[in-house]
Nanobody, 120 residues
Framework: QVQLVEFGGGLVQAGGSLKLSCAAS????????MSWYRQAPGNQRELVAT???????TYADSVKGRFTISRDNAKNTAYLQMNSLKPADTAVYYC??????????????WGQGTQVTVSS
C-alpha cells in the first residue's frame, strides 16, 4: 500500500507564494510520474503540472511561468512552488503518483488534498 500526504496549503494574498509538498510512503519500488492537480468549487479537477522520474516537466498554460514542479527521488517527494498567485488559483490541490510497488505495477495513487486560498 502507498500513501501520499500533501503539506503546505494555506491562505495567501494575491501576488504571494506558497510551496506544496507531497510525500509518498509505503512499499515503493519506483515512482514514475508525479503530478499536481487542483479542483475549485463547481469545477472539474484539472492537471496543473507533471514531472517524470527523469525530471521532465509539463505545465498547464494557466500556471506556466509562475509554478515550478520538482521532486526528490531519494525522498519520494514532489514539490510545487507557486509564485505570483492569483485568486483564480484558489482550489484544493491534489498530488498524484504513478507507482511501481513490489506487488503492483503502474498503479495510481492520490493524496487527500490541501486547500490553497488566494485573497484579492
Amino acid at each position: 500500500q502507498v500513501q501520499l500526504v500533501e503539506f503546505g496549503g494555506g491562505l495567501v494574498q494575491a501576488g504571494g507564494s506558497l510551496k506544496l509538498s507531497c510525500a509518498a510512503s509505503g512499499s515503493i519500488f519506483r515512482i514514475n510520474v508525479m503530478s499536481w492537480y487542483r479542483q475549485a468549487p463547481g469545477n472539474q479537477r484539472e492537471l496543473v503540472a507533471t514531472i517524470t522520474s527523469g525530471g521532465s516537466t509539463t505545465y498547464a498554460d494557466s500556471v506556466k511561468g509562475r509554478f515550478t514542479i520538482s521532486r526528490d527521488n531519494a525522498k519520494n517527494t514532489a514539490y510545487l512552488q507557486m509564485n505570483s498567485l492569483k485568486p483564480a488559483d484558489t482550489a484544493v490541490y491534489y498530488c498524484n503518483a504513478n507507482v511501481h510497488t513490489h506487488t503492483t505495477w503502474g498503479r495510481e495513487y492520490w493524496g487527500q488534498g490541501t486547500q490553497v486560498t488566494v485573497s484579492s
